[in-house]
Structures are given as C-alpha cells and as structure tokens.
C-alpha cells in the first residue's frame, strides 16, 4: 500500500522544539522531492518546506525560514522537519505530500500554547 504517515506532533509551549517525522511506503521513497504542508485552524492548506531527492536542496516559507529545518533519510524512507523556537501561529495539522503522485499522509497536529 503506497501511503505516508506522519507523527511526532503534540502541545508545547512557546519558544519549545517538535521533530515531527513522515515514513513513506509502497514507492521508492528516494526517488522523490517531498514537502510539508500545513493547515491551521479555519485557514486553507499552506507550503510550509521542500526537499530534493537526495537532500541537499531545501527550502522554507519566509514564516518559517530559520527555524524549522527539513532532512531526510533515505535508506529509513523517512523525512523529518526539525521544528524549534516555536509560535502560537504554527499551530496546525502537519502534513507530508509527495506532489508528483498525489499522496499526503494524514496529518500530525501541533499545538503551541502556554
């Protein structure tokens, strides 16, 4: 079954970390740019970060830059998104996507609150 999956997220507080993680399978994981999208409450679905196949390509929403940091493992079809100094504004179900085939996984939800 061709899915991802995403975890890792939870409630923290302000200026707090999160490493949220998203396995692939069913498809060769490395031959593929990924992304994760968000979507905060009653706000519609938002890029959030890219990256290239093997990893050395990255990019970032300008509200993001410098703060959340997207890698990838390949050989453990796993891609992570480092996520530190957090705000009440990045609240939100994350999501791993894989564009070219279509395929999001179900979502993680992070909630940054004191």
């Known amino acids: 079954q061709v899915q991802l999956v995403e975890s890792g997220g939870g409630l923290v507080q302000p200026g707090g970390s999160l490493r949220l993680s998203c396995v692939g399978s069913?498809?060769?994981?490395?031959?593929?740019?990924m992304n994760w999208l968000r979507q905060a409450p009653g706000k519609g679905l938002e890029w959030v970060s890219h990256?290239?196949?093997?990893?050395?390509?990255?990019m970032y929403d300008e509200s993001v830059r410098g703060r959340f940091t997207i890698s990838r493992d390949n050989p453990k079809s796993t891609m992570y998104l480092q996520m530190n100094d957090l705000k009440p504004e990045d609240t939100a179900v994350y999501y791993c996507?894989?564009?070219?085939?279509?395929?999001r996984g179900p979502g993680t939800q992070v909630t940054v609150s004191s």
């Open positions: 996507n894989v564009t070219s085939l279509g395929l």
């Open positions: 069913g498809f060769n994981f490395s031959r593929y740019r």
């Open positions: 990256i290239s196949v093997g990893g050395a390509l990255t």
